[in-house]
């Protein structure tokens, strides 16, 4: 495995692979790996014949400062990770390498309103950073495929969104969430849950589930303001504070009407001092 630290000498490397008809997949990640981003790493490898990953941690999506601070660093784990799985390329850029003039000077891309609502609201600034970082890994990496896990499903759709509208010759294939045997959706700011968090955690998935299942029993979405507010209940009662958990419209996050047929829980809450987020689709025949 390669590992990769300034551009040029990555443009150099995949030039090379280029030349000789390589597909190249990519998987950009913030490192502090788990099972999710193996996934990711193994579903990249059924589409690509190099797989370039890459950790860097970015600080243009935090807009709170003490969760940049404090976002878990284990490269030498995550190396570890990388290479038992066959990575051909890890890239491992320092922020001035992404950010040679600084964040405040750095030019942006954003995609208007799918950035803006639902968790757009709570986190401002965050998709903008999202984009701006995809959008330099994809010029710089220019890959066939990259890939993406659908527990961040608002991004997902995000750069999705973004793809199609640059035109970028880009396929994005996305991965199911992963879960651990307890349902609750893998990620990175897992590690922070406590001993009593960890048993709590996994009520927010199964309250996900109830949810949709009364939906679904219904047949309608004449009852979901009545459910969400019993879902939210249930939520606050096991400990959890909410910041969103409501249904929204499957491709463009609106509010669901009479005529709606594929739908979303969008869940965002907190656990503690830790942010979790999960989601599920409602699709009515």
């Known amino acids: 495995m390669y590992i990769i630290k300034d551009v040029e000498n990555l443009r150099k490397k995949i030039k090379y692979f280029k030349i000789i008809n390589k597909k190249i997949g990519l998987v950009p990640t913030m490192g502090n790996l788990h099972n999710g981003h193996i996934q990711l790493i193994l ?15 970015n600080p243009m999506q935090f807009n709170n400062l003490l969760d940049l601070k404090n976002y878990p660093r284990t490269f ?54 999202v984009t701006t970082i995809i959008t330099k890994l994809f010029n710089i990496i220019q890959p066939d495929f990259s890939f993406f896990g659908e527990k961040d499903y608002q991004q997902l759709l995000i750069i999705q969104t973004l793809v199609k509208e640059l035109n970028y010759a880009i396929k994005i294939i996305s991965l199911p969430i992963v879960r651990s045997k307890n349902g609750l959706a893998l990620s990175s700011r897992n590690n922070n849950l406590n001993s009593q968090e960890i048993k709590i955690a996994p009520y927010l998935y199964e309250i996900i ?12 979405i004449n009852i979901i303001e009545n459910v969400i507010n019993e879902s939210k209940i249930l939520l606050l009662k096991k400990g959890f504070s909410i910041d969103i958990f409501n249904i929204y419209k499957y491709k463009t996050l609106d509010i669901p009407d009479k005529k709606t047929q594929k739908m979303i829980i969008l869940a965002s809450v907190w656990l503690g001092n830790t942010r979790l987020i999960d989601n599920k689709k409602i699709f009515f025949s």
């Open 43 to 57: 579903l990249s490898k059924k589409y690509a014949d190099i797989v370039i990953v890459s950790i860097f941690i």
């Open 76 to 129: 030498e784990r995550d190396y570890t990770i990388l290479k038992n799985n066959n990575v051909d390329i890890l890239f491992f850029p320092d922020i001035h390498e992404m950010y040679p003039n600084g964040i405040k000077n750095q030019t942006f891309v954003q995609v208007p309103k799918l950035s803006d609502i639902v968790e757009g609201q709570s986190r401002p600034g965050h998709f903008k950073g």
């Open 209 to 220: 589930e109830r949810t949709s299942e009364k939906i679904i029993q219904e047949g309608n």
